[in-house]
């Protein structure tokens, strides 16, 4: 290919390609195939990697680019962002349009109402219609600059489209970097899953992925974007705030649709009601109401105070916090042997949720808060998470309390606790009946053994009980040791015995899983199982080796050789192949695969096959299984019970099959 040919194929592709982001990430329409889109995709990628100069800044290839940072730059913002003045009461609001009739000697204002993005600000700067420069609000007039990573929000254009007005010369708009709640949740999932601390809101979460040195790690915490301001434009002057909306949305960026343009201020009121209404159903988070003076001839007559526009206020909802009193603070350990202090609560309602605990993070966490048993204290619901304590009501603080200590031994086994970071542990092990505990869950849940009814309540018994030592003690009970457990009826305890035994030919990969083993997730036991295919050369594998494996790093590679070193360990595993648990291994892809490149989510019950069954004769057609719907997902089994990930799916407009078809599609009866 000579050089002009490269570079019309480039431009072709680069085209092409962009209309499809648009459409996947904005319009949620998505217009091709992923291997499609794949395919074009590489053809771009090899093609600017033949010819490096003609590779430009705005391709789609440069999402993710330009390697690690070491600090952000600061830079400075083309127009300064303001604040807006934040309001709690309709009564404030009607005053604001009291104001603002006054201050323009008329009648009737238009308004345009907005949702109020919980994200984080940010200014995107675009020089002829190219992205050139993204950055924090900071103090609102210089923030960081983390054009790398902003680069890699799918939602952002990096060029914008040229339907609708041409966009030349310098262009600042102002938008929000947010996390979906999906996003958000299935991030915690997976830092809970490698025992590392989740976040407290998609707030953080958001801010966490904006501010990583690495884009890369940005990238896959996949960040959604909106805006709503063009805040500086050398060439194109919008008339109103809802043309602006218009021209944001013609160039491409992701624009929210639920916004109302209002006849006089009752009616933002209302839509600000109704939209309270709808704010648990919404897939992000928002926390009120921006409510704008549409004509932008009158913002500009009305101007501004010292950091905020006379023409705009946030009309806040009501905060998610509740006040009550600290009846005691216990301190959990987990299966990693992390101590986790927890506020026991006056049981409130929180907006529709009863709250009777709140987690305090760590020690330093409950000493710089200062909470103390007997305190009254305000407790927040943010997102669908673990509610915190937010603040001490010091002034009801009655007499005689006493400052928090973190114990200096196990509150469960009474072993020594070493602090490790920010976080105190438990040197015990498993011999610590609480890190015992979650380990034997853990063991016998769903994706690793996979023994149905072992759940934690008979876990607790077993424990308590001491019929369960270790995870090997697990294949040793007997059905006269069931018989001595609270609830089992000998109908129960036929099927735990049947159970037991159906577990005990588990997929390599899920038995690894199962073990327990730190930083080792399904992820990385999949990884594990796939490079070598059986336990026992796993089980002599050095760390060196291990770090040979693709996609597993020094950490990991450490931790498993580890715990294949522990004497402990392997008399463990040793014991449970004596039991008859055989780990096997198929290498992938042998027979048809009509399910090839699909990612498949099952939801709700199914009446043939257990869920492991399914997922697995999925797999085995070429599917990828995910736990959480997104738009990545391409194929849902929904069955008698979904719920909310039926809802999802439907939202997203996602191909919705029963177990009848989905067993039609891989062949089977
Ligand atoms: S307008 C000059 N509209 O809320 C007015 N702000 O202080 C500029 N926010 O951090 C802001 N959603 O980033 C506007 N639809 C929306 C918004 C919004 C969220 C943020 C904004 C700022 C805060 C208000």
Redesign the pocket.
């Known amino acids: 290919m000579t050089k002009a040919e490269a570079k019309k194929r480039i431009e072709q592709l680069a085209g092409e390609i962009r209309g499809h982001d648009h459409r996947y990430y904005v319009l949620d329409r998505p217009g091709i195939a992923d291997a499609a889109y794949d395919r074009l995709f590489r053809e771009l990628q090899d093609l600017e990697a033949q010819f490096p100069d003609l590779g430009a800044p705005d391709s789609p290839t440069q999402r993710v680019g330009g390697g690690l940072r070491t600090a952000f730059q600061k830079v400075q913002h083309l127009q300064a ?6 309001l709690m009461a309709a009564d404030e609001v009607l005053e604001f349009d009291g104001r603002v009739r006054k201050g323009l000697e008329v009648e009737r204002v238009t308004y345009v109402a ?8 940010v200014e995107l700067v675009y020089q002829d219609g190219v992205f050139v420069r993204g950055s924090t ?1 900071g103090d609102g007039e210089t923030g960081e600059d983390i054009t790398g990573n902003l680069r890699t929000i799918r939602a952002l254009p990096l060029r914008l489209l040229e339907g609708g007005v041409r966009p030349k010369g310098l262009i600042a708009v ?3 970097a947010l996390m979906t709640l999906a996003e958000f949740e299935a991030l915690n999932r997976r830092l809970i899953e490698r025992s590392e601390e989740p976040f407290a809101n998609p707030r953080n979460a958001a801010a966490g992925a904006v501010r990583q040195l690495d884009p890369k790690i940005t990238a896959s915490r996949r960040l959604d974007l ?1 805006v ?2 063009i ?1 500086a434009a050398e060439t194109f002057e919008p008339r109103t705030q809802t043309g602006t909306l218009d021209a944001l949305r013609g160039w491409g960026f992701h624009v ?1 649709r639920n ?1 109302r343009v209002c006849d006089g201020i009752q009616d933002a009121l209302r839509y600000r009601d109704e939209l309270q209404a709808k704010r648990e159903t919404l897939d992000y988070e ?1 926390d009120g ?2 409510i ?1 003076v549409d004509r932008r001839d009158w913002q500009a007559l009305l101007g ?1 105070r010292s950091r ?2 006379r023409w ?1 206020v ?1 009309f806040k909802f009501p905060p998610r916090i509740e006040v009550t009193k600290v009846l005691d603070i216990v301190v959990q350990v987990g299966r990693t042997g992390k101590l986790t202090p927890v506020a026991s609560l006056q049981p409130v309602d929180v907006s529709g949720v009863t709250v009777s605990r709140a987690t305090l993070h760590n020690e330093d966490e409950v000493l710089r808060k200062d909470v103390r048993v007997g305190d009254t204290v305000r407790v927040r619901r943010a997102g669908d998470v673990i509610p915190e304590v937010v603040e001490v009501l010091k002034e009801k603080r009655p007499r005689g309390t006493t400052a928090f200590a973190m114990p200096a031994k196990c509150p469960v086994c009474g072993a020594a606790v070493e602090r490790e970071g920010a976080y105190h542990v438990c040197t015990n092990g498993l011999s610590c009946l609480a890190q015992l505990e979650g380990h034997v869950i853990h063991f016998a849940a769903r994706g690793a053994m996979d023994i149905a009814g072992l759940g934690g309540k008979t876990v607790k018994q077993l424990i308590e009980q001491a019929l369960v030592k270790d995870l090997a003690d697990v294949y040793a009970l007997t059905p006269i040791d069931f018989a001595a457990l609270e609830g089992f009826a000998e109908k129960s305890i036929e099927n735990m015995a049947a159970a037991l035994e159906a577990s005990k030919q588990p997929r390599l990969d899920r038995f690894l899983f199962a073990l327990g083993i730190e930083h080792v997730g399904e992820t990385v036991a999949r990884l594990l199982a796939e490079h070598f295919g059986a336990l026992a050369p796993l089980m002599e594998a050095t760390a060196e080796d291990l770090q040979q494996i693709h996609g597993i790093g020094p950490e990991v590679a450490e931790s498993v050789a580890h715990f294949f070193a522990s004497k402990r360990n392997r008399k463990v595993i040793e014991r449970l192949l004596r039991a008859g648990i055989q780990p096997v291994h198929e290498a992938r892809a042998k027979g048809p695969q009509p399910l090839a490149g699909q990612v498949m989510v099952f939801t709700g019950g199914l009446e043939g096959l257990t869920r492991p069954e399914a997922q697995k004769r999925a797999e085995d057609a070429g599917a990828r299984i995910a736990s959480a719907i997104s738009k990545r997902v391409t194929l849902v089994v929904a069955g008698p019970g979904a719920g909310s990930k039926l809802d999802e799916a439907r939202k997203l407009k996602l191909e919705v099959i029963d177990e009848a078809e989905f067993l039609k599609r891989i062949g089977g009866k």
């Open positions: 962002m303001l604040s807006i003045d934040s907005e949702p109020k993005f919980d994200g984080l600000s609000r102002r938008g929000e909106y709503y301001e805040m929210e916004v928002i109401v921006v704008k501004m905020s526009p705009a946030a």
